[in-house]
């Protein structure tokens, strides 16, 4: 008899094939979003989970799920896993990194451009009708090629969002805990994260998320910030003060935002979503089709292997937590 797992959201179907070759698959077609409670429930008895970010591993479910030998989560990020907890469980940990840097980064951009030149501000109104005739002061943005950009987080993500800058004509300054190595190749200088604010023109988040982290864009970091600047958030809406923003916006400080995630996903601070200066996008950074399926394929390659399965069998190929690997 297969041993049993749980898949916690819709993912395409090709993939939930592949783990029935190994697994007897408990799917989530529906793709509604698990409460605590249903989680509690179906969680016992499954010996691995594929989980997204949208669902939080924590001590106390795991106190439920005493076969649990392998939690596999679909996304680079993973503050909604308890690492230690895990660990202490003895459950492998597995996230998505490598697969999404090109497409989050080309994103990033996307949205740094949209932000910086008012697209979608233009676009709305252009959509109202609005439009009777040209105007030499019609939709005035800030310039991107020949500025500073500012990259607070210096992973595979910002490397490759600073690697873009050099078809603009940017310099790019970082700030991240240290010096990044591959960072000097690509021309980024390092600096603190006051002059980084200081000077930026356009800064843009892709550092990752945790208690400690958060809030790392607060009110006196804004106040720092140019007002012709703009901000760019690619990782994780807790790392900015959504009223803080929603303020400097609103008084003129800060001359857009970029958000592509919220503090309380999917609500969105109602201050930002009826500004104008914000371009809003509902979490799809990494939402290209290839990328979104090359994610669920490392999500599944990860969990087969962790559960001691396919060619990989023990030596899943993106572990957050090795030393549970090395006990087992
Ligand atoms: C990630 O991979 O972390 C993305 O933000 C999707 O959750």
Redesign the pocket.
């Known amino acids: 008899m297969k041993e049993k797992i749980l898949v916690t959201r819709k993912v395409f179907p090709a993939v939930i094939e592949r783990l029935r070759e190994h697994f007897d698959v408990e799917t989530n077609d529906g793709d509604q979003i698990y409460t605590r409670g249903e989680l509690e429930v179906r969680m016992p008895g499954k010996v691995g989970a594929l989980v ?2 949208t669902e939080s591993i924590d001590a106390p479910l795991l106190r439920h799920c005493t076969s649990l030998r392998a939690v596999a989560n679909l ?3 993973y503050n909604n896993l308890d690492l230690a907890a895990l660990s202490t469980a003895k459950v492998i940990a597995t996230n ?1 990194p490598d697969v ?1 840097t090109e497409s989050t980064a080309d994103f990033g951009w996307a949205l740094l451009m949209a932000t910086a030149r008012r697209t979608g501000e233009a676009e709305r109104w252009l959509r109202l009708g609005l439009w009777e005739k040209w105007a030499l002061d019609l939709f005035l943005g800030v310039d991107v090629h020949g500025t500073t950009l500012g990259v607070l987080g210096m992973g595979r993500i910002g490397r490759a969002v600073a690697r873009r800058a050099g078809g603009f004509g940017m310099s790019v300054l970082y700030h991240d805990r240290a010096p990044v190595d591959a960072a000097r190749e690509l021309g980024a200088r390092y600096c603190g994260k006051d002059e980084l604010l200081r000077a930026a023109d356009h800064l843009i988040i892709t550092m990752p998320y945790s208690a400690q982290a958060h809030h790392t864009i607060g009110r006196r970091e804004l106040a720092l910030m140019k007002r012709s600047a703009t901000l760019v958030n690619i990782s994780r809406g807790g790392l900015v003060d959504e009223e803080a923003l929603a303020d400097a916006l609103a008084e003129g400080r800060l001359a857009g935002a970029g958000l592509d ?1 919220f503090e309380q996903e999917p609500l969105v601070c109602s201050r930002l979503l009826a500004s104008q200066k914000v371009v809003a996008t509902p ?1 799809i ?2 939402a290209s089709e290839k990328t979104r399926m090359a ?1 669920a394929n490392l999500a599944a390659d990860n969990l087969i292997a962790a559960l001691g399965y396919g060619a990989h069998a023990g030596r899943p190929p993106s572990v957050l937590n090795p030393q549970v690997l090395d006990t087992a």
Do not use: F, I, Q
């Open positions: 997204s970010a996304a680079v990020g998505t999404l995630v979490h950074a990494s994610m």
